[in-house]
């Protein structure tokens, strides 16, 4: 066992999880990183319609006891929320992670019910915003994540939060093995969240193409763009992300910004991002936008998700211990 405030928090073995990833994560996945002692994690709207939400989260409840999360969207654009938000907590969620807006709702709702809430956050303004609302902890997603990133280093990012939170640290961002696990404890993260590695697990459903480029790519491959959501997000360097640019036309830019009109453009903005990444995930495409961190150059073989959480244990213990 590897013991921080984060698996004294939810009882588990390693502080360890598999993040909720768009149209990548699924009952398999969520149930056998949650059985190796990890937290497996899924976004609620990655089941549509809502009736499929519920009946996956009945099939995980039914296949494990372990603690499980879902990640909650909190902004206007998700008219789902308030529903989703029930339905797991009904179904026993041990965890949710909320991004893309204010999470007050759910850490209210899940504190009744026992749950915990980490917050996605980019920054220490938000960071010490949901930390006053009384999240429980923060993801702090730095650059080289997959999807949405922020602009900071982990390496600044997570020491520079702890300084100033009073509550655990979760880092994101570039973490695929044991050496990278173990620089983000010792950087004082009280645990880690993995998304692109999973994604080239046996569990992922995802198109057999999108699993072949994260084998293929280096950190070089790697770009940022806001045409998908109109917030920075990492994709790779697909021909197709190429011939299309990474930023936003200026008009667009221009409306997104403005006071009067980003309230309706912002919405259509992150509708046209889904459904292109949705297309991408699941059926071979000449459009073909594919999330991913950094990370893909530790990455070069597809393993079960089981396999994956033991050997990032195993190496960290290495690592540790032949450390000067």
């Keep these: 066992m590897i013991q921080t405030d984060f698996t004294k928090l939810l009882n588990l073995e390693y502080p360890i999880i598999g993040a909720p990833m768009f149209l990548v994560s699924n009952e398999d996945m969520v149930v056998e990183i949650s059985e190796s002692g990890a937290i497996g994690a899924f976004p609620a709207l990655n089941y549509r319609p809502i009736e499929n939400y519920k ?41 949710f992670i909320t991004s893309l807006g204010n999470p007050k709702t759910v850490i209210e709702e899940a504190h009744k019910n026992g749950a915990k809430v980490f917050c996605d956050v980019t920054n220490l303004d938000h960071a010490l915003k949901v930390e006053d609302l009384g999240a429980d902890g923060v993801i702090a997603v730095g650059a080289g994540a997959g999807g949405h990133a922020g602009p900071i280093s982990p390496v600044v990012l997570i020491p520079w939060l702890k300084t100033k939170l009073k509550i655990p640290v979760i880092a994101a961002g570039g973490v695929t093995n044991g050496a990278t696990f173990a620089a983000m404890l010792a950087l004082g993260a009280s645990g880690v969240s993995i998304g692109t590695r999973f994604i080239t697990s046996k569990e992922a459903k995802v198109e057999s193409g999108y699993k072949q480029a994260i084998l293929n790519s280096t950190p070089e491959d790697i770009v940022l763009t806001t045409k998908l959501s109109g917030t920075p997000a990492n994709v790779i360097a697909t021909e197709f992300i190429k011939k299309q640019g990474t930023d936003l036309p200026w008009i667009v830019e221009k409306l997104k910004n403005h006071k009067l009109t980003k309230k309706y453009v912002t919405p259509l903005i992150h509708l046209s991002g889904m459904k292109a990444l949705e297309k991408a995930a699941n059926t071979p495409t000449w459009k073909t936008v594919w999330g991913a961190g950094q ?4 990455i070069n073989e597809i393993k079960s998700c089981r396999e994956i959480v033991n050997e990032i244990v195993e190496d960290y213990q290495k690592i540790k211990k032949n450390l000067p």
Excluded: E, F, H, Y
């Excluded at 989260?57 to 909650?72: A, D, F, G, H």
């Excluded at 654009?77 to 026993?92: C, F, P, V, W």
């Excluded at 990370?295 to 530790?298: E, F, N, R, T």
């Design 55 to 95: 009946k996956a989260l009945q099939t995980i409840r039914s296949r494990t006891k372990k603690p499980i999360c879902v990640n909650i969207i909190v902004n206007k654009s998700n008219t789902r929320q308030n529903d989703d938000l029930k339905m797991a907590l009904d179904a026993g969620v041990n965890l």
């Design 295 to 298: 990370g893909v150059g530790l």
